[in-house]
Structures are given as C-alpha cells and as structure tokens.
RNA sequence: GGGCCCGUAGCUCAGCCCGGUAGAGCGGCGGGCUUUUAACCCGUAGACCGCAAAGGGCGGAAGUCCCGGGUUCAAAUCCCGGCGGGCCCGCCA
C-alpha cells in the first residue's frame, strides 16, 4: 500500500460506497467454475452471447480499464476468464465498485458467457460482489513474484504467480493419490508409524531431538519409518506401506531439506525383484494416469528431456555401472587402488569402508550421466546393515536404488529378516560409530542399535520386500523444477520485521472497533 | 563446516566497476477512452519521520539505497563486521 499521509486508504472509498466485506458477506454462491464454464461454451463465436446466466468467483489478476468498458482476469483457482464490465451493463452504482478495484481483490460475478470481437472468451458482468479486498499491492503482472527470498517468504504469492509451482502442488497430490489406490487393489494398507520415537532408525543419518515432557525424557524426530513398518510385518500385517514424513537434522540444498516426505512399502513373501517389478509398475502408472502417457517431456530452465516410464526400466548392477558409464573397472580391486581411483576423482574419503569408496566413486561418475528410469542393483553389503546379502554373493546386499534424471529416488531390498545377522550388523554399526567418532564428530552417521527392533524380528519376519521412494524428488523431477523447495508448500525462512495494516493506520482499527464492539465484548 | 553471489520505491530492476543532491517500467492517484490482452495517451505522488485528514494536506530532517562501524570534503557506490536470502562443495534421500 501507499504511505498513506498524501492519499486516504482506498478501504475507506468502499465504506463510502456502503461496502464492508467483512461485515457483509460470509458466503458467496458459486454455481459453475471456469474451467467448465470455458468448455460449456466453448463454441460462441465472436461478439456471439449466450442467454444463461452464472455466478463463478476469485481473485482479479489483471485490470484493463477503457473508461467506460473494463477488462479483468478472474482466477477462480480451475482457470482464469476475463471479464468484462460495460457502464451500460452495471449502470451507476456497480460501476462505483468497479472502478475501485485492485489487482488482488476477491469478487463474486454473475454473468452472461459471451466472446468478444478479438476471441477472447468472457463473463459479461450483470453484478458484482466485492467478498475480500487485498491491503497490499500484488506484485507486477509482467515478472510476477521472481525474488527468490520473497517467494519463500511469502508462498502463497508464489502459488498465484508461479504456474510451474502451482502444478507440482496439484501433481503430488495426485501422484499420492496414484500410489494409494495402486497399492489398495493390490491389499495394501497404510499404518501410521510413531514421529516420536525412542531409537531412531531405518535410515543413516543424524535425527532431530525434542523433550517429551509426559515422559521427561528426549525423544527422537523419526528419520523413516522403516522399523515399524516391519514391526508391522512381524504383526502379520504382510502387505503394508506409509507415505510418511520424516525429519533428517541434515543440511539443505537443491535435493535436501531436513522435513520431506516418502512412501514406504513392505511386501511379505518377496524379494526385491518382486518390489522392483511393483515399483516400476506403480510409479509408470502414476506418471501415466497424473500426465496421461509414459513418456513425458521436462522443460528443465530451457533444457527439454524426454522421460520412458515404460517398463521394465533398465538395471544394471552398481559395480558394472561404474565402469558403463565411468570407463572405470572397481569390481574385485583391492581398497588401496579403490582409494587411488577415489584421489584421481578428487573424492574425499573420510570412511574407508570398502562399500562407502565404492558409493562414492559411483556417486561421482555414474549418477549425474543416468537420465531415464533405473535400477541400480547389488549395493555393497557392508554400507547396508538392514538388507539381506545377496543369495549368489555375500560382498553384495539384495539392495537397489532408482535414479531418474540424475538424482537418486528411491531405495529399496530384500529385508534382512534374520535377527542374529541383524543384531551382528548392528553391532558393527555401533563399533564404526565408535571408531569415527572423535575423528569426525557428527560427520558421518551409523545405524544405532535397535534391540528392540532385534527382538522383534526374533518372533519370526518372513522375507519381505521393502522400498522407500521420494515424493519430494519424485514431484520435482516430474514437475521439471530445479530445487526441492519449490516442491515442498512451505519451507522455513528467518523472522522478518515488517508492519501489518492495523499497525498502520489507527483509524481502521478504531472503525472496526467500534462496528464490532470489540472492546464490549 | 568451507567458497562464491545478491539485498535500491508496493513489484521487477538500473545506478556501484570509475564516490559528487536516488532513477526507469509496472502498480498507485487525477484526467481521457465501450472490445482490450503487459491496452494506450496526458498529468502526478511515492524511498526516513511526525502531525493532520469526507479527501490527495502540513511540517521536519542531508537523513537508514538491509543494519552497524570505518575511509573521505563527500558513500547506494570503497573497506570491515553483522543480518537476511541464494548457489556450489562436504554430509544425509
């Protein structure tokens, strides 16, 4: 808003007019919205007008004012329509309430579908409704809200601005939607799993840590719900999965964010082939019911990929992966040529687990070159303490991981279901905790002991398939946005010191005083 | 944790390198225009503070160009520190 010592508060122009949303109106009846209303009438030629008459409304996005004709965009959240307010249409009053419009206000309209002389289809308004009004300017329509800090600040701007943004909100949403009824028909069901635990676990990574005061004692933010999803599997729940949030105390970057959401899954009775088949059936199912094909084309800043869904997606075991599309052979060299191939790569290695170097390498050279749909299959045994060794080869673990466009999106295994090997790699995990931990400090994280998980499956697991898949990711890769942020709705950012409208200006808050009787009652 | 970049009017930005009275477009306000599509044309206020106000006012102050210091006759501009945001690297998906 302007300063307002050189002009009166344009709310005051409403009161003037006999206009106070807030004490008029509480509802508004909406009987059609844009989106079918344009196809309903998409065959009025031009200057052609239809007889019906229909109320829709929302948010004026633009104003196009001709003196005695103006033009307005109305988004109603389906689809924008313009508007259009004749003089001769509104006559006296209505015109009043035109005129004091803003980019940003909320209006209901009732109106005749029509198109006018340069095609543009439209509402010719018989009557208005001003249902909200903004107190701050909108941004420019031309750039719309590009500052990045802002955008963040102030979300909500950037769902009304940012198309892209706006649709890979609508796209999770219905890719959620996708997964949930795909693993229904197939007797799935969701359980909730504890945020609050105890013993963190199912992933390796550093957790947040709160005080739970009906038990004074510190509990742990959940990092993935894995444990009691296979808890729930040992509860003869056999087919179970949960799209969970799951908080990492880990910094933030474009493919980071310590709060995020992914799905897991547990199938009883198979083994990870059997979860790779169901994974690249759900996820190639989502894309084609959420974008209507298995090939879909990504406008990411300029650059256009092409992504095949289409199963069965490629899969190529870690070790020969490297050497596809790296040139480099790491299968069978001992560790200290691994470390020489990692310095030639400048990695820096600060865990000489044969398992992490060999991560590592294929981190580097692998992963920013694989672009379609894969499986990348036969994780090293020794970085993945709650899979199950490979049948052919104990160096290994029944473990995979999906990249699609470069980045990692999901992560699955056989399950080891056996609670000796599973306590013995706990054990393990605790003494390279152990070892690292005054080199390193909170740098690197190990799976901690879960006894009771232990025990759990000491009451028998049977084999069982699990995945954890990425919504965040998944939405962001799908949506051709660069940064996981634009993918989550609302993100942290530092406290900012600004006024609001009441701090401004006393004499609206004395009116509604007064009107309201707020210090009456 | 390390490196780099950015912060100027409500919005989008220029000005900074090379110090000399703070700019444009959009938006606002006033006027014109009954078929526009970032409409157009004319005029105007607006960057900090205070006071007035049924109507576009009055006054202060060389003064917050994110904030605080410094250099200088003079700082949006140069230097140092901080705050906020972004990007890259390390770590987690």
């Known amino acids: 808003m302007k300063t307002m010592s050189t002009t009166q508060h344009r709310?005051?122009?409403?009161?003037?007019?006999?206009?106070?949303?807030?004490l008029d109106v509480y509802?508004?009846?909406?009987?059609?919205?844009?989106?079918?209303?344009?196809?309903?009438?998409?065959?009025?030629?031009?200057?052609e007008e239809a007889q019906e008459k229909f109320s829709i409304a929302g948010r004026i996005?633009?104003?196009?004012?001709?003196?005695?004709?103006?033009?307005?965009?109305?988004?109603?959240?389906?689809?924008?329509?313009?508007?259009?307010?004749?003089?001769?249409?509104?006559?006296?009053?209505?015109?009043?309430?035109?005129?004091?419009?803003?980019?940003?206000?909320?209006v209901g309209v009732k109106g005749r579908p029509m198109r006018t002389l340069r095609g543009e289809f439209s509402l010719l308004v018989e009557d208005i409704k001003v249902l909200s009004i903004t107190w701050r300017d909108y941004p420019e329509k031309w750039h719309g809200l590009a500052d990045i800090e802002k955008r963040y600040r102030m979300r909500y701007l950037d769902f009304v601005y940012n198309q892209k943004v706006r649709k890979a909100m609508i796209n999770m949403y219905r890719i959620e939607k996708s997964f949930r009824d795909f693993l229904d028909s197939r007797g799935f069901i969701e359980i909730h799993t504890p945020k609050l635990q105890p013993i963190y676990g199912g992933a390796l990574a550093r957790p947040f840590t709160t005080k739970m005061y009906a038990l004074d004692r510190t509990v742990y933010l959940s990092i993935a719900p894995e444990t009691y999803l296979k808890r729930c599997i040992v509860g003869n729940f056999f087919k179970v999965y949960e799209i969970a949030v799951c908080f990492r105390n880990e910094d933030i970057d474009a493919q980071h964010y310590?709060?995020?959401?992914?799905?897991?899954?547990?199938?009883?009775f198979a083994d990870w082939n059997d979860m790779m088949k169901l994974v690249e059936e759900m996820i190639s199912n989502?894309?084609?019911?959420?974008?209507?094909?298995?090939?879909?084309d990504i406008d990411r800043n300029g650059e256009k990929i092409e992504l095949d869904f289409k199963p069965p997606w490629k899969r190529i075991p870690l070790e020969d992966s490297i050497e596809e599309y790296g040139g480099i052979k790491v299968k069978d060299k001992p560790l200290?040529?691994?470390?020489?191939?990692?310095?030639?790569?400048?990695?820096?290695?600060?865990?000489?687990?044969?398992?992490?170097?060999?991560?590592?390498?294929?981190?580097?050279v692998v992963v920013p070159k694989i672009v379609q749909p894969t499986f990348v299959t036969l994780f090293p045994r020794d970085i993945s303490p709650l899979a199950r060794p490979y049948r052919d080869d104990p160096r290994y673990a029944e473990r995979f991981e999906i990249y699609i466009d470069r980045l990692e999106i999901g992560n699955g295994y056989s399950?080891?279901?056996?609670?000796?090997v599973q306590y013995y790699f706990f054990k393990k995990e605790e003494e390279l905790r152990v070892k690292y931990a005054d080199k390193l400090s909170h740098e690197v994280e190990y799976h901690p002991m879960d006894k009771d998980y232990v025990r759990a499956l000491e009451y028998g697991m049977p084999p069982t398939a699990g995945v954890g898949i990425g919504i965040y990711r998944l939405t962001m890769v799908l949506s051709g946005l660069n940064t996981i942020k634009d993918v989550i709705p609302f993100t942290i950012v530092e406290q900012e010191e600004f006024q609001t409208i009441a701090e401004k200006h006393q004499d609206i808050v004395a009116y509604y005083v007064e009107k309201l009787q707020l210090d009456k009652y």
């Open 11 to 22: 709310f005051w122009k409403f009161v003037e007019l006999g206009i106070d949303p807030y």
């Open 27 to 47: 509802r508004y009846d909406v009987d059609i919205d844009v989106k079918m209303l344009k196809n309903r009438y998409s065959y009025l030629g031009k200057g």
């Open 61 to 106: 996005m633009g104003l196009r004012r001709h003196g005695k004709i103006v033009f307005a965009v109305l988004d109603d959240s389906t689809d924008t329509i313009q508007l259009v307010f004749r003089y001769d249409v509104l006559g006296e009053k209505l015109w009043h309430v035109v005129d004091l419009l803003n980019v940003g206000d909320i």
């Open 258 to 268: 310590p709060e995020f959401v992914q799905i897991e899954i547990y199938w009883a």
């Open 286 to 296: 989502a894309v084609k019911e959420v974008f209507g094909d298995y090939v879909i």
């Open 336 to 364: 200290e040529e691994l470390l020489e191939i990692a310095r030639q790569l400048s990695i820096k290695i600060d865990d000489f687990r044969r398992g992490k170097i060999i991560e590592k390498i294929f981190e580097k």
């Open 415 to 420: 399950e080891l279901n056996n609670p000796v």
